[in-house]
């Protein structure tokens, strides 16, 4: 039934792409240097959620809106927390964040090499101005980390003063609050939203807020545009439960295991855009600090990190009448460190006991030095066809200090049963990445649309955690960064998107049968995106899907006794998913949406042997807008109360599950002060 309806939408909508649509699915924001959709070009698959559809969706997790992006998959996990696959599986592990990059403005939010697999909730995707999607390599453009794609979220300038309060089951609650002004050729702006939620689950519930202040003004002819931000989490998490399809299990779905599990994160932002003639100027300062219990790991340790960074990204265009160039650099320097501690002793088998002692596992501090150089230049080779090449090169340092005992002993010296304890540090050292990104690519304007060929190619240098966090008796992790490159056809026009693409990654990072982080693995990815909307009368279907295979390429054993087979499919990468949505505008103040969410099968484990069976969702929400200064919302989440799960896992010998919650329901209203 669900594919008979993604392929009815499919033929309607292309129907309407051939005679023409006044909506657009892919729309490019311009504000200057904030945008990466317009440093990126057309050449590829770029996606903009507007500040129009994310106040509808209103989203009280970023996966509800990004999952509306096709190639785009966020697993929701407890609270704020998430995973995720941009045109890729849902990559795990301690590295998994740098396979994407997350920007504000334009700017990375974390330092190249000291990611957090969680960074989506330090984003103020709420009340964004827009949000941006990049699938596929981006590191010609934004340099390492934007192996898979790209997430940019542009900060709100407000232009009118309003509140808004909800209100939604499980003690859901969350005020929004937006302001803005101008002061004698000075534009004031504000952003506010604080939510907290008690929970589907014991002990899971959360709260958080996120500010954004923002400046506008022209000094000495420079037009400056900066914001600050800052955020704050506090969450109680909730853990896996476990049993095969335990998600369905009326008791185990709303338990936790590890009602003592717990995430406090913060983070502090400043950043800056200083545009005069053909000169573009972004420094940046970064502070962020975060302790989690990781309650997934026998023994429970706590991990304590931090980081203060500072930037300069500057950029020159240099264009001419038939070429569009711009050359630019970046440099980046970071301060952090990471520090894990095991209060009790671990229970379980001898062996946990004895290879997981208590006590201080991890204590090192890092300070990293990234110089990049890049060009970007779009060359017109005739009035319908056009050349798109960018190029850049970048080196990343880093030089780490080992504040504890070296090597995989207690930290009291002694040495563990069973071969060595599981934690190790290596000594004190420096390491040094250097990586070049390319991208090659030619449009075409035709009747259909846009047609573009793209080769590119992207990198991630390893990560602090995977070089310098270690387990069993790996004393030196000597890993090179992991490289991607791939091939893209597409087309684009008012109403459609297609994108056909393959993938090749090779110096994929994992831990083998000996827990050794090692970086010789190989991946290869071959799918189809599309994109598209139609506009009948008062109505609108849309529609976002993606099918794609994403394979091992190698032989491996692997840690967690799994074997890597060349040929397996990835865990956690269903060939199929994707969102439909059909809107109507049933008077000038009333509007409505249905949302079919939908993910196919997918293997839980690299052997294949575990597989959950997949779901669909159907959502519906509802705007009603009395008069200009008001606006109710209602939204009825899970309509058909279906019992699946956010998150499916296989490890440690079964299956665990995030379990998703049943149907639910938020009230809104918005009133425009002004």
């Not at 009291?412 to 540090?425: E, H, K, S, V």
């Not at 990654?505 to 050794?516: C, G, H, I, P, V």
Request: net charge negative; hydrophobic share 40%.
């Amino acid at each position: 039934m669900l594919r008979s309806l993604f392929s009815a939408v499919l033929v309607l909508a292309m129907v309407g792409s051939v005679h023409g649509v006044e909506n657009t699915i892919e729309e490019v924001v311009v504000t200057a240097g904030s945008s990466i959709q317009a440093r990126l070009g057309q050449s590829g698959s770029g996606t903009v959620l507007t500040s129009t559809e994310i106040q509808q969706i209103g989203a009280t997790h970023a996966s509800e809106a990004l999952n509306r992006v096709a190639g785009v998959w966020v697993n929701r996990g407890s609270g704020q927390e998430h995973l995720t696959a941009i045109r890729s599986a849902v990559l795990t592990g301690s590295g998994a964040c740098g396979e994407f990059s997350y920007l504000q403005d334009g700017i990375p939010i974390r330092p190249h090499g000291f990611c957090n697999i969680n960074n989506l909730f330090e984003l103020n995707t709420e009340q964004a101005a827009a949000v941006e999607v990049w699938r596929g390599p981006a590191s010609a453009v934004l340099g390492g980390n934007a192996l898979h794609g790209a997430i940019n979220v542009i900060t709100p300038v407000p232009d009118q003063n309003s509140i808004a309060i909800e209100a939604g089951a499980y003690n859901f609650g969350r005020l929004s609050l937006q302001g803005g002004t101008e002061v004698a050729g000075h534009t004031i702006g504000a952003a506010f939203v604080g939510a907290n939620s008690g929970g589907y689950r014991d002990a899971s519930g959360y709260g958080q807020q996120k500010l954004s202040l923002s400046h506008l003004a022209d000094f000495s002819g420079w037009a400056v545009r900066s914001h600050v931000t800052a955020t704050l989490l506090n969450q109680e998490t909730g853990g896996y439960v476990r049993g095969e399809n335990a998600y369905e299990n009326a008791s185990l779905r709303t338990s936790n295991p590890n009602p003592e599990a717990y995430r406090d994160a913060w983070s502090l932002r400043l950043n800056s855009e200083l545009s005069r003639d053909a000169w573009t100027l972004k420094p940046y300062l970064r502070r962020s600090q975060m302790a989690f219990l990781q309650h997934f790991l026998p023994g429970q340790p706590l991990e304590e990190n931090d980081q203060s960074s500072v930037g300069l990204i500057v950029e020159r265009d240099i264009s001419s009448a038939a070429t569009q160039l711009s050359v630019g650099g970046h440099v980046e320097f970071m301060s952090g460190g990471l520090r894990e501690f095991q209060a009790q002793p671990t229970t379980g088998s001898r062996f946990l006991v004895a290879t997981r002692p208590a006590g201080l596992h991890y204590d090192y501090d890092v300070t990293s030095s990234l110089f990049a150089v890049f060009y970007n230049v779009d060359y017109s080779l005739s009035a319908d066809t056009r050349l798109v090449h960018s190029l850049r090169a970048e080196t990343l340092k880093y030089d780490y200090t080992n504040n504890h005992i070296v090597g995989n002993t207690k930290d009291d010296g002694t040495a563990c049963g069973f071969g060595g304890c599981l934690y190790t540090r290596p000594a004190s050292r420096e390491d040094e990445f250097t990586n070049l990104g390319a991208r090659f690519g030619v449009e075409r304007d035709t009747q259909l649309g846009m047609l573009y060929a793209t080769a590119s190619s992207g990198f991630r240098p390893p990560q602090i955690t995977e070089l310098y966090r270690l387990r069993g008796g790996q004393t030196i992790a000597d890993l090179n960064s992991e490289r991607l490159s791939a091939l893209e056809l597409g087309l684009r026009n008012e109403g459609l998107a297609i994108a056909l693409f393959a993938e090749n990654t090779r110096n994929y990072l994992f831990r083998d049968s000996e827990a050794y982080n090692v970086s010789d693995g190989r991946t290869r990815s071959r799918g189809l995106e599309i994109s598209f909307s139609r506009v009948i009368g008062k109505h609108n279907l849309s529609l976002a899907t993606t099918y794609a295979q994403h394979k091992y390429a190698f032989d491996r054993a692997a840690d967690g006794r799994e074997t890597i087979s060349s040929g397996n499919a990835m865990d956690s990468a269903p060939k199929w998913f994707g969102q439909a949505a059909w809107s109507t505008q049933i008077s000038p103040a009333l509007r409505h949406e249905l949302e079919l969410s939908a993910v196919g099968p997918y293997y839980l484990n690299a052997a294949n042997t575990a597989e959950y069976a997949g779901h669909t969702v159907l959502n519906w929400r509802a705007q009603w807008q009395p008069r200009t200064d008001l606006e109710w919302s209602l939204r009825l989440m899970n309509v058909l109360d279906a019992e699946y799960a956010d998150r499916a896992d296989f490890a440690f010998g079964s299956y665990r599950y995030f379990p998703a919650m049943p149907r639910h329901v938020y009230l809104g209203v918005r009133l425009v002060l002004d």
